[in-house]
């Protein structure tokens, strides 16, 4: 039994680690005998370390060449395309029983294609598409995605009823990070492994898990951090380390803005679960610190360029950029994109957050309701079932 699992960045990478234990898990509770089960799953992919740690044997690092953006994508075309010369060498010589793709688009859509051409009786799952679906964008990518796709497995409701509604044959399993929480440290327990103050006011920054955000939100997140930390003096800043390359990077920057600050490496958990407050760019860290409770503030920038293409050429609009607004399409947390994004913005909204007993409440009730929207634990082995399922006998 050989899977093909296809992402890429940070997040797509632990996504596809969570899906690689469920479907280990499903495997071993199936009815064949362990004799038989030892050779039979066999986890071919494009991703990174937390996949290979889960057992995925890695045909490329998908992780460290991830963009987003028309500009910022330039550099990585040329890896991106080595990379995907070699996957789909790969695919051909060795046919898989399935093919995953998750999120990742454009790289996704072209393994996607190349299947229906040269491979058209594996069938291709799609697990977690791309966000497009809530902009106001030509729906021929929706075409594209359920052409290339014999199921699609949606993780917000809202993706669910747009491809329906496309036609495609869907099934909404819920969010993987319902399952992933289990695994975090209680407030104290991780304040305690941290070595915490808890007379602090403890502030995680978490800037990037792209190089291009280590250039556009870095300066912003650490300018307004400074604003902070000269109104608060009992403050004291975490960075968990999203990948090691860009360790060095936000070194330099502590010192330039002379920030109360340690870096942590592999126990993002833990940081995560201690936070008073986050400054952090948008992405699925925003669904873990909803359902933390944490309080956060999301500042996103991109390319100037590129955000002109997108707003005035291609007139792209989103009803929101973070996962939390997403899922229940009204502003729970606050969203500082392009123009909005800077340092006072910032620290007015964390100051309102840190002070304000009333919208510290009003926060936690926004959160059950998005909480509420992500389904019920069992997220990755349905998932995994689903896929499973799609093998032909």
């Known amino acids: 039994m050989r899977i093909f699992i296809s992402t890429g960045e940070v997040s797509g990478d632990l996504q596809g680690s969570l899906l690689i234990e469920a479907l280990k898990r499903c495997v071993k509770s199936s009815n064949l005998s362990s004799s038989e089960l030892r050779p039979d799953l066999e986890i071919i992919a ?17 992780v460290s060449i991830g963009s987003f953006g028309f500009v910022e994508s330039l550099s990585f075309v040329l890896p991106t395309l080595k990379i995907q010369r070699q996957a789909k060498r790969y695919l051909k010589e060795n046919p898989p029983d399935v093919v995953v793709l998750i999120d990742y688009m454009g790289p996704n859509l072209a393994i996607g294609d190349f299947m229906r051409r040269h491979l058209p009786n ?5 697990y977690i598409a791309p966000q497009f679906w809530v902009a106001s964008m030509n729906s021929g990518y929706a075409k594209r995605i359920i052409n290339v796709s014999d199921r699609l ?14 036609g495609a044959n869907v099934s909404f399993v819920g969010h993987p990070l319902v399952d992933r929480m289990k695994g975090f440290p209680s407030r104290e327990e991780a304040r305690g492994k941290l070595g915490m103050n808890n007379d602090n006011i403890n502030i995680g920054l978490l800037p990037a898990s792209r190089k291009q955000e280590i250039k556009h939100l870095l300066p ?19 960075i968990p380390l999203s990948l090691e390359i860009y360790r060095q990077d936000i070194e330099k920057a502590i010192q330039k803005y002379g920030l109360q600050a340690t870096i942590v490496s592999g126990q993002k958990e833990e940081v995560l679960s201690a936070l008073d407050l986050a400054i952090t760019k948008c ?13 956060q503030i999301v500042v996103y920038r991109l390319n100037s360029l590129t955000y002109w293409i997108g707003t005035k050429i291609l007139k792209i609009k989103y009803p929101f950029a973070s996962p939390v607004n997403l899922l229940v399409m009204h502003e729970i947390i606050p969203e500082l994109i392009q123009e909005k994004a800077t340092s006072e913005n910032i620290t007015q909204a964390a100051m309102e957050f840190l002070f304000n007993p ?7 009730t926004d959160y059950l309701s998005m909480q509420q ?11 995994a079932k689903e896929i499973l399922q799609m093998i032909p006998n």
Request: charged share 20%.
């Open 46 to 62: 494009l991703g990174g370390e937390k996949m290979a740690a889960a057992g995925a044997r890695l045909l490329g690092d998908t």
């Open 122 to 126: 594996v069938p291709v799952v799609y």
């Open 153 to 166: 497995l949606a993780i917000f409701p809202g993706e669910a009823d747009y491809f329906r509604g496309k």
């Open 220 to 238: 912003i997140i650490f300018q307004a951090a400074q604003e902070l930390q000269n109104k608060l003096p009992q403050v004291k800043f975490w």
């Open 283 to 295: 992405g699925t860290v925003n669904l873990e610190l909803g359902l933390l409770n944490i309080p």
């Open 358 to 364: 009333e919208r510290q409440q009003q926060l936690k």
């Open 373 to 383: 929207k992500m389904g019920q634990k069992g997220v990755c082995d349905r998932a």
